[in-house]
C-alpha cells in the first residue's frame, strides 16, 4: 500500500477530528446570559439591569407567522395598564427585544419566598381579522432573554366569540 495514501488519510481524519473538537467546544461554551450552576464568572448585577423579552406571534398551531402584529408590554390589569413598551411584528412574526426591568439575580440565592427573582409582565397581541390575545404573569429574569409565543386565532373560526382570550403564563419557579 503506498505511504503517501495512508499519510494523506491520517491527515484527512486528523482535520476532521479539529473541526469535531472545535464545534465541540463552541457547542459546550456557556451563553451570555444564561446560568450555570457553579460558575464563577457570571457577570455582576450592575453590569446588566434589564431582563429583555421578545414576542413570537403566529396562527394555525404556531405554523404561519403573523405581520404587523401589535404588541404591547404592560404591567397592571388590561383595564388599568400601564404600557411599559409597544412594537409591530416583522414578516417572521417577531418583535425586536423589550429591555424590562428586573430585580437582582442574588434574590434567587435568598430563602425569603417573598422576594422574586424575577418580575412579571403582561403583553397583549393585537392584529386585524384575529381575536386578541393577553398574556399575564410573563416572567422576566435579569440578564436573560425570553420569549414569549402567542397564536392568535382567526375571527373567521371563532364561533362568535369577540372577547379576547386570556393566557396566566405564571407557574411557581422554585429555585
Known amino acids: 500500500m503506498d505511504k503517501s495514501l495512508i499519510e494523506k488519510y491520517k491527515n484527512e481524519m486528523m482535520m476532521l477530528k479539529k473541526k469535531a473538537d472545535f464545534k465541540a467546544a463552541a457547542v459546550n461554551t456557556p451563553q451570555q446570559g444564561y446560568y450555570e450552576e457553579g460558575r464563577q464568572d457570571i457577570p455582576d448585577d450592575a453590569s446588566d439591569e434589564n431582563g429583555r423579552l ?4 403566529t396562527y394555525t398551531d404556531r405554523i404561519y407567522p403573523v405581520k404587523n402584529a401589535r404588541v404591547t408590554v404592560f404591567t397592571g390589569s388590561p383595564e388599568n395598564m400601564q404600557i411599559v413598551g409597544t412594537a409591530v411584528t416583522d414578516e417572521s412574526g417577531k418583535t425586536g427585544k423589550f429591555e424590562l426591568p428586573a430585580p437582582l ?8 419566598p417573598s422576594a422574586l427573582p424575577y418580575a412579571l409582565y403582561n403583553m397583549m397581541v393585537q392584529s386585524d381579522g384575529f381575536l386578541d390575545n ?10 436573560v432573554t425570553s420569549v414569549q409565543r402567542s397564536d392568535l386565532t382567526p375571527i ?13 403564563e405564571f407557574s411557581s419557579y422554585e429555585l
Open 54 to 57: 421578545i414576542a413570537m406571534v
Open 105 to 112: 439575580r442574588s434574590l434567587s440565592q435568598q430563602s425569603d
Open 134 to 143: 393577553i398574556h399575564l404573569n410573563i416572567p422576566v429574569f435579569r440578564g
Open 156 to 168: 373567521s373560526v371563532a364561533g362568535g366569540r369577540t372577547e379576547p382570550i386570556i393566557f396566566n
